[in-house]
T-cell receptor, first 114, second 110 residues
Framework: DTEVTQTPKHLVMGMTNKKSLKCEQH?????MYWYKQKAKKPPELMFV???????INESVPSRFSPECPNSSLLNLHLHALQPEDSALYLC?????????????FGDGTRLSIL | QKEVEQNSGPLSVPEGAIASLNCTYS??????FFWYRQYSGKSPELIMS????GDKEDGRFTAQLNKASQYVSLLIRDSQPSDSATYLC??????????FGQGTELSVKP
């Protein structure tokens, strides 16, 4: 079990659907991250939130829309996704964005686009 | 471009042996170094952090850092079949984003 909780664990959606991924942590961390991971590849950074503000957007297509409602929650809104967006989506958190603290990952959401 | 390199493997060791995983990085300003273990179909799990030159031991795991040579390694003593996983080396340059290596697949044979 991890201290970063992601829901749902699995999601299958069509290309016209709208869905959201959710992430929650109660470790008092002020930096939260979304990563995308394809099979046999390392995690690829998508977004970073620091103190609930978007700090980094790694040129992610607009069909992915992040949201940080408060310091414990992070959402990723999905709309009009493509089959190549099928992947494991990982949420992570760390004490601060800047510094030496490690990032802790949630269990991930496995997303399949039909 | 800042890079982290690992041998992709697979690295195969017999049960009870020492597994040695290596990682090199290009940015001399890197400050923090991490090893994550990732089982197939699961998420990365932090197993070691190291910040200064030398060795850091935690149970059967030892992380070694040599900033002058820009490498970091992970030794797993008394390897068990349950250690079979992909090991991701991650490096954070000062003030920068976490950079992952491609991962080394470890297989421990009974």
């Amino acid at each position: 079990d991890t201290e970063v909780t992601q829901t749902p664990k699995h999601l299958v959606m069509g290309m016209t659907n709208k869905k959201s991924l959710k992430c929650e942590q109660h470790m008092g961390h002020r930096a939260m991250y979304w990563y995308k991971q394809k099979a046999k590849k390392p995690p690829e950074l998508m977004f970073v939130y620091s103190y609930e503000k978007l700090s980094i957007n790694e040129s992610v297509p607009s069909r992915f829309s992040p949201e940080c409602p408060n310091s414990s929650l992070l959402n990723l809104h999905l709309h009009a996704l493509q089959p190549e967006d099928s992947a494991l989506y990982l949420c992570a958190s760390s004490q601060r964005q800047v510094g030496n603290q490690p990032q802790h990952f949630g269990d991930g959401t496995r997303l399949s686009i039909l | 471009q800042k890079e982290v390199e690992q041998n992709s493997g697979p690295l195969s060791v017999p049960e009870g042996a020492i597994a040695s995983l290596n990682c090199t990085y290009s940015d001399r300003g890197s400050q923090s170094f991490f090893w994550y273990r990732q089982y197939s179909g699961k998420s990365p799990e932090l197993i070691m952090s190291i910040y200064s030159n030398g060795d850091k031991e935690d149970g059967r795991f030892t992380a070694q850092l040599n900033k002058a040579s820009q490498y970091v390694s992970l030794l797993i003593r008394d390897s068990q079949p349950s250690d079979s996983a992909t090991y991701l080396c991650a490096v954070r340059p000062q003030g920068g984003k976490l950079i992952f290596g491609q991962g080394t697949e470890l297989s421990v044979k009974p």
